[in-house]
């Protein structure tokens, strides 16, 4: 034990199910009890910083509170993202009833690149694929491993783009990388950038927009989507705008410029991160009107109530909505939009039009492998697509649970499973996905969770305050809890997010939650 250990709590005064933190000199720490044995990790999770002790600990896992990355209780190592890396350690004595800890991290191990080959090719950078190379390194590949994608942008926080930048509470430069700044140099991951213009599949090669074609043993496909653009006279006017890229937000941003509350914004449609931007361009005071065909945002996903009470709270923050509406036309003067004329004859004043209509899988460039009606990529419960070929993420239709029709889950959490899944599988493991999704959305300094997936559903569970935003609600199907939406319950979702993964019923749910 290093000298400078110093004694921070006693063994008895901890709990097996609850993790506590402690300062030592200056490092934050949480103390994790397993049997009479401590562990002593990094207090706040890599991905986002989420303070550790105030998620669950559950089944051998410690699951943060804010995006439910889960650890190995008694490694730290990591289960689940979005976190991609394993907590620190730090070295811990148990001397009678004593915990001594020292502030000395203990070192991670490295896998770098040993041989040229196997050459294994990530084909996209963004959020499966950081994943992805985190996992095969983690995994022990030590081949050539080749990360690919058209931003020139190390893999960045791609959520961060609706929630906070066009608040301008975090400034386009500022949105956090994946991995750290030298993440993928130490691990040998060679990174280029560029498009790929064509992918033959059969032939295991890429070709590319810069550069000869490259050749490869086994590629992971996560290349994400990209924005439907919907057929609209007056698409092509300055000031329409996407929002998928740090590009696209710099840009509205840039529009937006030093007096937002004076340009008039409409976003088509009523999708999350139509919504999520909504409330973000509120913040500073920018008039905002949602123009969309659905009668009530969000019922698909949650119900009329949910529903209706997303609309409230963005009502109550002074954005406008045209529900059950649809757009004949953008107008503009000058080159640049200035309404939106919809069907009814109502024109709606426009300075930006944000289109929040919808994405399709990014898939375009790919020969010699069959792919869905919507461009979709099917692939089997291990994330294999073909011979030397997987895929992950918003591109992969695969089956969420045994004996029911696949489909695409466009979460960027579960782009992240997908991707250590496929990973681990190209390095020899045999895993099938068998996660829960999940995914957060943010509207008004108020943090959602949805964790699971259904589209129907026998009876919506509620229990707290659900017009208070204090809630947790259960979407139950046959006796079962198949999905879950709540708001400032993160310890007790981080209890029923473990829960899911082996099934959960109604019975046992109201358990976890009162």
């Not at 800890?101 to 070192?107: A, H, M, N, R, T």
Request: with cysteine; proline share 6%; hydrophobic share 45%.
């Amino acid at each position: 034990m290093p000298s400078n250990a110093r004694r921070v709590a006693q063994l008895s005064q901890l709990r097996t199910d609850r993790a506590v933190r402690v300062v030592v000199d200056d490092e934050p720490i949480v103390l994790v009890r397993d049997g009479d044995s401590v562990r002593a990790y990094a207090a706040d999770c890599p991905h986002a910083g989420g303070p550790l002790e105030e998620g669950a600990i559950c089944h051998g896992r410690i699951i943060c509170p804010w995006h439910k990355a889960a650890f190995d209780v008694a490694t730290g190592a990591l289960l689940e993202p979005p976190a991609l890396v394993a907590l620190d350690r730090y070295p811990v004595v148990v001397s009678g009833d004593d915990v001594m800890v020292s502030s000395e991290k203990i070192p991670q191990p490295v896998c770098r690149a040993t041989a040229r080959t196997p050459h294994y090719v990530v084909i996209g950078a963004g959020a499966a694929g950081a994943a992805a190379c985190a996992a095969l390194r983690e995994s022990g590949f030590a081949g050539r491993v080749t990360l690919i994608g058209e931003e020139p942008h190390a893999p960045y926080d791609r959520t961060a783009l609706s929630k906070f930048v066009p608040s301008m509470e975090m400034a386009v430069a500022d949105v956090p990388p994946l991995l750290a700044a030298d993440w993928l140099e130490s691990h040998d991951i060679e990174r280029i950038v560029t498009k790929v213009v064509r992918l033959d599949v059969p032939a295991r090669t890429l070709h590319v927009e810069t550069g000869g074609p490259l050749t490869y043993d086994t590629a992971l496909l996560a290349t994400g989507s990209v924005p439907k653009i919907p057929h609209l006279p007056g698409s092509e006017l300055g000031g329409v705008h996407v929002l998928r890229n740090l590009a696209d937000a710099a840009a509205i941003v840039d529009v937006l410029g030093e007096s937002p509350d004076q340009q008039q914004v409409v976003i088509l449609g009523s999708s999350f991160i139509g919504l999520e931007t909504a409330s973000a361009l509120r913040k500073n005071g920018t008039p905002v009107t949602v123009i969309s065909p659905d009668k009530i945002p969000f019922e698909k996903q949650f119900g009329e109530r949910a529903g209706e009470m997303f609309r409230a709270l963005h009502e109550r923050n002074g954005v406008a909505f045209r529900l059950g509406a649809k757009v004949a036309s953008l107008e503009g003067e000058e080159g640049n939009v200035h309404e939106v004329m919809l069907e009814g004859g109502e024109h709606v004043a426009a300075d930006l039009v944000l289109l929040g209509t919808g994405v399709a899988p990014a898939t375009g460039f790919v020969e010699g492998l069959p792919l869905q009606k919507d461009g979709g990529v099917i692939v089997n419960a291990g994330m294999q697509a073909a011979p030397g070929l997987y895929a992950a993420g918003d591109i992969a239709t695969f089956s969420l649970h045994e004996n029911q029709e696949p489909v695409r889950v466009e979460h960027w959490r579960v782009a992240q499973q997908h991707a250590r899944i496929a990973a681990e599988n190209m390095c020899g493991a045999r895993h099938r996905y068998g996660g829960v999704p999940y995914f957060w959305t943010y509207h008004f300094g108020k943090r959602f969770e949805y964790l699971g997936h259904s589209n129907d559903w026998d009876e919506i569970v509620i229990d707290g305050e659900l017009e208070q935003q204090q809630f947790v609600a259960l979407y139950v199907k046959d006796g079962n809890v198949a999905a879950v939406l709540a708001c400032e319950r993160e310890a007790q979702t981080a209890r029923l997010i473990d829960a899911m993964g082996s099934g959960l019923t109604r019975a046992d749910a109201l358990t976890i939650i009162s």
